[in-house]
């Protein structure tokens, strides 16, 4: 006698946000949802600065996760179009996740982080993150109260996964089951430069420290790929480039690395330094970095 055939599930797709304060881990998550290396990560905080987007599809689900940047009260311009951006996200997703460390637990309200309880209409769900940092007891503790994830452990990770989806919206997928992410190369080349700066150039250049890319052949082998790099002041120019150009050439092979994993070619970076001053504060170097717009500027 044959068994009978359980019903197919709905199709499910929706957005959810990654949010929280700085350096909670929203990075490293995302990429460990995703399967790929597509935000960068480091263990100082707010290298983050602009929302990125990352896809995963499991057979009748696809998850639009966007990992914002680390929620705070900004001091200067670019953290306000930081803020501003992260809540044109916040607006539009169908889930948010409040990701807040284990070790520092319990997790504070997220609207108290910043300002941002006027665009929180999703429903939220709170998650403690690095749970691979504290003992089995508290972890089973805090997980009576949340979700509990570490991004090592797959089936914490697979767990979080089957509670989103309760979350999503029955919907037909809105990118190709192939898409990891939505983000031109472009963005990924600046990402992964502002990525080796975070671990190769002290503790505060990397905060004056953005890219530029000039000049992009993609169908070239090597892909050749022109960027500028900017700093604010004359004396980080000559800490880039390092003596003999050995930092620069450092920072080049990182990124080199990352871009020829995401896209399977070989990739020349060639990279030049000039220095901008004050464009963290300059409201038309912001948006040439693609910064959009604060709400108090508008007002």
Do not use: C
């Not at 939220?124 to 691979?132: E, P, R």
């Not at 037909?172 to 990402?191: K, S």
């Amino acid at each position: 006698m044959s068994q009978p055939v359980p019903p197919a599930r709905p199709v499910r797709t929706g957005h959810i946000a990654l949010a929280g304060a700085p350096n909670v881990g929203k990075s490293t998550l995302l990429n460990a949802l995703v399967g790929a290396h597509i935000a960068i990560v480091s263990p100082k905080p707010q290298a983050t600065r602009l929302p990125v987007t990352g896809i995963r599809t499991d057979e009748d689900t696809q998850f639009v996760f966007h990992d914002l940047p680390g929620l705070l009260d900004p001091a200067y311009l670019m953290q306000e179009r930081m803020l501003e951006a992260a809540r044109e996200i916040l607006k539009g997703v169908d889930l948010v996740l409040h990701l807040h460390p284990a070790p520092e637990g319990p997790a504070r309200e997220l609207s108290s982080i910043a300002p941002v309880e006027d665009v929180l209409t999703a429903p939220v769900l709170t998650v403690y993150t690095k749970a691979d940092l504290v003992r089995p007891a508290e972890r089973k503790r805090l997980a009576a109260e949340a979700m509990v994830v570490a991004a090592g452990d797959e089936q914490s990770v697979s767990e979080l996964l089957a509670r989103i989806r309760d979350y999503l919206p029955e919907r037909d997928f809105e990118f190709d089951p192939e898409d990891i992410g939505t983000q031109p190369l472009r963005f990924f080349v600046v990402e992964y430069l502002r990525e080796a700066a975070f671990g190769l150039l002290g503790d505060e250049l990397p905060y004056a420290f953005t890219a530029e890319v000039e000049e992009f052949r993609e169908a070239e082998r090597p892909m050749y790929i022109r960027v500028t790099l900017f700093v604010e002041r004359e004396s980080q120019k000559g800490i880039v480039i390092g003596k003999g150009g050995q930092t620069i050439k450092a920072l080049g092979s990182h990124a080199r690395g990352r871009l020829e994993a995401l896209t399977g070619s070989p990739v020349y970076l060639d990279l030049w330094v000039k220095v901008l001053p004050k464009w963290r504060k300059s409201a038309a170097a912001l948006e040439r970095f693609g910064f959009p717009i604060s709400q108090a500027e508008k007002s």
